[in-house]
């Protein structure tokens, strides 16, 4: 996280905290709003809040934090499944308005989106103890991705892409199955419609996709035969055949102008015109004289042609805009019924097919659950020794895995596509107490520091980028406060880490300090964060030894702690 601004939010009216790496502690006096900055952080990530949350005189809430999700794939990937654009190179900006009449909004890089997707796309970014909405070790199914992310002897992460290869094609043959099985379960009554359908085209004998075509050119020639054969008789005659014809006109008219070129040779052209044009209207008489001998009428097979062109148009209306659509539907047809009679031959071969695949994912399956109890195990005992720094020295780790109750059936295991697993961690957290799921502790304090004894195992293989710890400090002081805070020290190393502490050996090791407190000015009330740095920090942290009243030695064991870091 690099930016989180808050502005009319519960008595905060406004603020802008940068963040950098390292272990950032925050410190103030109880109510002073130190807990507010974590809920609006919760709110960022989905948290469900109400009006209440916004400051008195104002219209709305809003609170937002800027991430550099770079290194986050994962995110960036449902991003994309959210329809959220976001540029190589840009930050992730998340924004939360509650407003004082009831409405909420929230948005990732000034898109809106739901509740719920913000919630998803925002997962694994921070880790907050003490706020269970986004607390991943109450997940349980963060639980399984704990152990194989954890897992340094067995490769568990390869084992599980194995594995989900494997799943996806059984569950791909389960599909083409159940498609196969439901077409199967309809067949009697698809084969018949299917044939009635194929026997009507084949019946047809549809060879030309230009057939319709070519009877409409014959139609129209034997609707308007009579026409056609008297026209061109009679253009004939006009042209060869009738007295004073124009064949007979054009050969005089070109007799007369051919004496006239012994006088003037400039007429020869036009004399070769006339002579030409005389014979070509004597071919042409000669092909009407011909035509008009051919042309009849036909009422038979006018009637045939009318039929077929019927006929032609019904199969269009029924199975394409055109003869070529109709003729490759038949063609369709004819696959889906040699499909159909094959179906069960096909569904022997599958079934053959997705036993064998389903053998081979249960033998992986199987394969991971062993790897993962002897991981799980081996985690147990490496959380353990860490609490044991953190003083839970007497607190029990178990890992619990139950097979899924859903998944794809390979014999009578149920199969997802991270294996055959349910995992659960149990938490015994002082002698007597039979172990229990993380979600039924009720101590805050002891949440905080199983999650930091988790994060210290695990900081190298942890996706989060962030981890806020609450109430880490609580019941706890002298050795054990130094070695939480020590143990913060070390995850900031590789981790942004925010801790609100009430104890100065913790605070004393951080990177950065920030102090909160309650400001009244005039009849409003308001709570102000400010960066301490030297002096201010050593005055804190004295505050801290030893209460408002600072002493020359409270101030000089301040100086200690922080020199001592």
């Known amino acids: 996280m690099q930016v989180l601004t808050i502005r009319d939010f519960a008595i905060i009216d406004r603020l802008s905290l940068d963040f950098d790496v390292g272990l950032t502690v925050i410190t103030g006096e109880t109510g002073a709003g130190k807990s507010i900055l974590v809920n609006a952080l919760n709110l960022v990530l989905g948290g469900r809040g109400s009006a209440d949350v916004v400051r008195t005189g104002a219209d709305a809430a809003h609170v937002e934090a800027v991430f550099d999700v770079e290194d986050a794939p994962d995110l960036r990937a449902r991003l994309v499944e959210a329809g959220v654009e976001l540029p190589v ?20 890089n000034d898109a809106q989106v739901t509740l719920s997707t913000l919630a998803r796309v925002t997962s694994g970014l921070v880790d907050i103890s003490g706020q269970h909405e986004h607390y991943s070790l109450l997940q349980t199914d963060f639980h399984l991705d704990l152990i194989d992310r954890a897992s340094r002897e067995a490769p568990l992460l390869a084992m599980r892409d194995g594995l989900r290869r494997q799943w996806e094609i059984v569950n791909e043959l389960d599909g083409n199955i159940s498609t196969l099985e439901t077409a199967r379960r309809s067949r009697v009554e698809r084969e018949a419609f299917l044939r009635f359908q194929l026997e009507e085209l084949t019946h047809a004998r549809l060879d030309s996709p230009d057939e319709e075509d070519t009877l409409e050119t014959e139609r129209r020639l034997l609707r308007n035969a009579e026409k056609l054969r008297e026209s061109t008789k009679r253009a004939e005659g006009d042209l060869y055949s009738d007295q004073g014809a124009a064949v007979e006109r054009l050969s005089r008219a070109a007799r007369s102008v051919r004496e006239l070129v012994a006088f003037d040779e400039t007429l020869s052209p036009i004399a070769a015109d006339l002579e030409a044009a005389a014979a070509l209207a004597e071919d042409s008489a000669r092909t009407l004289s011909s035509y008009a001998r051919r042309v009849h009428s036909d009422p038979d097979r ?217 400001v009244i000015e005039g009849d409003r009330t308001h709570s102000d964060v400010k960066p301490l740095e030297g002096e201010e920090r050593v005055r804190e942290l004295a505050r801290m030894l030893g209460g408002e009243r600072l002493t020359e030695a409270t101030l000089q064991l301040a100086r200690e702690l922080i020199s001592s870091r």
Do not use: W
């Open 89 to 108: 190179g840009e930050p992730l900006i998340v924004r939360r308005v509650f407003s004082r009449t009831g409405r909420h909004r929230a948005y990732l």
């Open 302 to 518: 006018l009637e045939a042609v009318e039929s077929r062109l019927s006929v032609l148009s019904k199969l269009r209306r029924k199975h394409g805009a055109s003869l070529l659509e109709v003729i490759a539907r038949r063609e369709l047809l004819a696959l889906e019924l040699l499909t159909l009679a094959s179906a069960d031959s096909r569904l022997e071969d599958l079934g053959r097919e997705r036993h064998k695949a389903a053998l081979s994912l249960l033998d992986a399956a199987q394969s991971l659950t062993a790897a993962r109890g002897a991981a799980g195990k081996l985690l147990c005992r490496a959380i353990e020794a860490e609490l044991a720094d953190l003083g839970m020295t007497r607190a029990k780790l178990d890992v619990r895995i139950e097979p899924l109750a859903t998944g794809l059936k390979c014999l009578t295991v149920n199969i997802g596509p991270r294996g055959a697993d349910r995992v659960e961690f149990l938490l015994s957290a002082n002698p007597g107490e039979p172990p229990a799921p993380l979600s039924k502790i009720a101590s805050g304090g002891e949440l905080s520091r199983f999650m930091l004894a988790v994060k210290r195992v695990i900081a190298e293989s942890d996706p989060v980028g962030t981890y806020v710890f609450d109430e880490v400090d609580a019941g706890v002081g002298g050795p054990t406060a130094v070695a939480i805070g020590r143990k913060l020290a070390l995850v900031s190393q590789t981790r942004q880490a925010l801790c609100i502490t009430h104890l100065p050996q913790i605070a004393a090791l951080a990177d950065r300090h920030l102090h909160v407190s309650k």
